[in-house]
């Protein structure tokens, strides 16, 4: 069996949720709160700490406490890692593709 490195497992386990998928595109625009995410989402507050603490691990998003405020932003994460895995994936799927069409143009011509 295939095994990854288990940062790559935990970052597309936490990009595959999709509140925390739109958590992300939301701070790409903006820093925002916590009340702010939760609003955004219409999540309780409990329920989108947990989608940040879970994003805040794998470093794609960073929060600082000010005053009673929890502000949340973009981490300094980048997805190397996982850019060069899908890559690689498509790489593959791609060369699949054009040797299933070269199979159906020879087979045509027999025809």
Same mark, same amino acid.
């Given at each position: 069996?295939v095994q990854y490195s288990p940062r790559l497992d935990a970052t597309?386990?936490?990009?595959?949720? /999709?509140? #925390?998928?739109?958590?992300?595109? *939301?701070?790409?625009?903006?820093?925002?709160?916590?009340?702010?995410?939760?609003?955004?989402? @219409?999540?309780?507050?409990?329920?989108?700490?947990?989608?940040? $603490?879970?994003?805040?691990?794998?470093?794609?998003v960073t929060t600082e406490k000010l005053g009673r405020v929890r *502000?949340? #932003?973009?981490? /300094?994460?980048?997805?190397? @890692?996982?850019?060069?895995?899908?890559?690689t994936y498509r790489r593959l799927l791609e060369g699949r593709i054009? $040797?299933?069409?070269?199979?159906?143009? #020879?087979?045509?011509?027999?025809?």
């Amino acid at each position: 069996m295939v095994q990854y490195s288990p940062r790559l497992d935990a970052t597309f386990g936490a990009l595959s949720d /999709p509140t #925390r998928r739109g958590i992300l595109e *939301r701070l790409g625009r903006s820093d925002a709160g916590i009340s702010e995410l939760a609003e955004a989402f @219409d999540i309780t507050l409990t329920g989108i700490k947990k989608h940040v $603490r879970v994003l805040e691990l794998v470093g794609l998003v960073t929060t600082e406490k000010l005053g009673r405020v929890r *502000r949340c #932003r973009l981490g /300094p994460r980048r997805l190397d @890692d996982e850019t060069a895995w899908i890559a690689t994936y498509r790489r593959l799927l791609e060369g699949r593709i054009n $040797r299933l069409g070269e199979f159906l143009e #020879r087979t045509k011509e027999k025809q």
